[in-house]
Nanobody
Framework: QVQLVESGGGSVQAGGSLRLSCAASGRTFSSYRMGWFRQAPGKEREFVAAISRIGGSTYYADSVKGRITISRDNAKNTMYLQMNSLKPEDKAVYYC???????????????????WGQGNKVTVSS
């Protein structure tokens, strides 16, 4: 089992930047493929980005490509989401998650992730 704790959310104006962190404890962090998801008010949860176990492969939703970067530091048991050029439509609660579906690749569906952080609110004003 792994516990995930997020930090770094907040409020910014459109065009601004934020960095979210996801600190993991418990079982070996590096054994998990990891992802970020978000849920905007009144909308379904959606995939944002995911990263392989050692960080060599990353995947992004089309809506965030070029603006958001996922990374991880396995020595610190921490994953990051650097968000630049934020738009009002990026406003959501962001969740980090650990993939528990046993596949040979990173998955982008929430049901493939079994451990979740508490969520971190990001507000972007226009």
């Amino acid at each position: 089992q792994v516990q995930l704790v997020e930090s770094g959310g907040g409020s910014v104006q459109a065009g601004g930047s934020l960095r979210l962190s996801c600190a993991a404890s418990g079982r070996t962090f590096s054994s998990y493929r990891m992802g970020w998801f978000r849920q905007a008010p009144g909308k379904e949860r959606e995939f944002v980005a995911a990263i392989s176990r050692i960080g060599g492969s990353t995947y992004y939703a089309d809506s965030v490509k070029g603006r958001i970067t996922i990374s991880r530091d396995n020595a610190k048991n921490t994953m990051y989401l650097q968000m630049n050029s934020l738009k009002p439509e990026d406003k959501a609660v962001y969740y980090c998650a650990a993939q528990t579906r046993n596949t040979m690749k990173v998955m982008t569906t929430g049901s493939d992730y079994g451990y979740w952080g508490q969520g971190n609110k990001v507000t972007v004003s226009s």
